[in-house]
């Protein structure tokens, strides 16, 4: 299983940016996928996740201005951010749970850089 996320750029403030996860080796419908990041000498912290059924969850600091999702076509889950603030500078990751159930997730990907400027 390998997980590709891409689309991070340096981007302005209040600006938008849409990221990418695209998977291989498996099939995303099936799994939870989850976006976290990690800023700068701070621990890797939760974004927002998707489950196989579709229910969604968020960070608080994201609600209302991030957006999961999933393409099943194209096994290829997108995490949208609008209203773009410097604080959310970090590498993004995307992960993947080989089941719904499991407590934490199996697949990573390798992380892309969002830099937002003030």
């Known amino acids: 299983v390998q997980l590709q996320a891409s689309g991070g750029v340096l981007v302005q403030a209040r600006g938008s940016l849409r990221l990418s996860c695209a998977a291989s080796?498996?099939?995303?419908?099936?799994?939870?996928i989850g976006w976290y990041r990690q800023a700068p000498g701070k621990q890797r912290d939760f974004v927002a996740s998707?489950?196989?059924?579709?229910?969604?969850n968020y960070a608080d600091s994201v609600k209302g201005r991030f957006t999961v999702s999933r393409n099943n076509a194209e096994n290829t889950a997108y995490l949208q951010m609008n209203s773009l603030k410097p604080e959310d500078t970090a590498v993004y990751y995307c992960?993947?749970?080989?089941?719904?159930?499991?407590?934490?997730?199996?697949?990573w990907g390798q992380g892309t850089q969002v830099t937002v400027s003030s």
């Open positions: 992960a993947a749970k080989a089941s719904d159930v499991d407590s934490r997730y199996n697949y």
């Open positions: 080796g498996t099939n995303l419908s099936s799994k939870t």
């Open positions: 998707i489950i196989s059924g579709g229910d969604l």
